[in-house]
T-cell receptor, first 117, second 115 residues
Framework: AQKITQTQPGMFVQEKEAVTLDCTYD???????LFWYKQPSSGEMIFLIY??????QNATEGRYSLNFQKARKSANLVISASQLGDSAMYFC??????????????FGKGTKLTVNP | DAGVIQSPRHEVTEMGQEVTLRCKPI?????LFWYRQTMMRGLELLIY????????DSGMPEDRFSAKMPNASFSTLKIQPSEPRDSAVYFC?????????????FGSGTRLTVV
């Protein structure tokens, strides 16, 4: 079974608008961490934001916020005020804690975001 | 810190040749990971090390692939002999530890083309 599901292969957004990129995850481990990475066309993987399973509040980092709905097992990335430079692939990833394999970061297939001027 | 350093950035080689990819993790990071990225399969974990010891190589596609970590500051991924289907971007990443809050820091990747 897929641990991380990103159902949107591609998304389009107008510059200055907000966009939500979906991510659902599957785990029975009570302790886990969720990550979002950005991969621009240049290819590097850039860490954006982290959410822990025990965190009471949604994570925020500048224009990035994570809409964490634990009961639904979703961890959607919200980008506010989109910029042209936000055009990239975005990957959701999870690291599980207590049940073993916590060293591994498991990635979704990614969502390609295009910001239109 | 300079981050995770991979070399070369690009490699073009002929089928059958040996290819060696190199990685220098961030100093103090206990974990080192090798990933392969293709359009078809996305990001695949090939192998990872903890304190220079290989922990899980179940993602290594076949015996043509091997990886070593002779010391805490250097790792190699070798493909011998290379085949066109090995063409991909290979990432090295390192992590401070196994806690769930520790993410990975990725290198810039090596784009391998086997012709």
């Amino acid at each position: 079974a897929q641990k991380i599901t990103q159902t949107q292969p591609g998304m389009f957004v107008q510059e200055k608008e907000a966009v939500t990129l979906d991510c659902t995850y599957d785990t029975s481990d009570p302790s886990y961490g969720l990550f979002w990475y950005k991969q621009p066309s240049s290819g590097e993987m850039i860490f954006l934001i982290y959410q822990g399973s025990y965190d009471q509040q949604n994570a925020t980092e500048g224009r990035y916020s994570l809409n964490f709905q634990k009961a639904r097992k979703s961890a959607n990335l919200v980008i506010s005020a989109s910029q042209l430079g936000d055009s990239a692939m975005y990957f959701c990833a999870m690291r599980e804690g207590l049940r073993g394999g916590s060293e591994k970061l498991v990635f979704g297939k990614g969502t390609k975001l295009t910001v239109n001027p | 810190d300079a981050g995770v350093i991979q070399s070369p950035r690009h490699e073009v080689t002929e089928m059958g040749q040996e290819v060696t990819l190199r990685c220098k993790p961030i100093s103090g990071h206990d974990y080192l990971f090798w990933y392969r990225q293709t359009m078809m399969r996305g990001l695949e974990l090939l192998i990872y090390f903890n304190n220079n010891v290989p922990i899980d190589d179940s993602g290594m596609p076949e015996d043509r692939f091997s990886a070593k970590m002779p010391n805490a500051s250097f790792s190699t991924l070798k493909i011998q002999p290379s085949e066109p289907r090995d063409s991909a971007v290979y990432f090295c990443a390192s992590s401070l530890g196994a806690q769930v809050s520790y993410g990975y820091t990725f290198g810039s990747g090596t784009r391998l083309t086997v012709v």
